[in-house]
């Protein structure tokens, strides 16, 4: 898949994130942002959704990372032991 560059030669994902920040931080119209990114309202809208959605993951591994002590607590009153599914891919 080629690299998207837009008209001011920036690479995708500084895009994605600019696009993010106009529509939600500036109350940009993203078909404002779509012209002069020079591209389709359509293209900001799935940027704007998906920045978003990878804000919410990124949020949710901090929140697991700090719970983390919490967690290996409870884990051990349960006698578990953490699965790590990728492990097994590892031979």
């Not at 591209?39 to 804000?55: H, L, M, P």
């Amino acid at each position: 898949m080629p690299k998207y560059e837009n008209k001011g030669g920036q690479p995708r994902d500084k895009c994605m994130i600019a696009a993010y920040a106009l529509v939600n931080n500036f109350g940009a119209k993203q078909k404002s942002v779509a012209e002069v990114m020079g591209c389709s309202q359509g293209t900001i809208a799935n940027w704007v959704k998906e920045v978003g959605f990878q804000k919410e993951i990124s949020g949710l591994k901090n929140e697991l990372i700090k719970a983390n002590d919490y967690i290996e607590d409870l884990a051990g009153q349960l006698n578990l032991i953490e699965y790590r599914p990728d492990d097994d891919d590892e031979e």
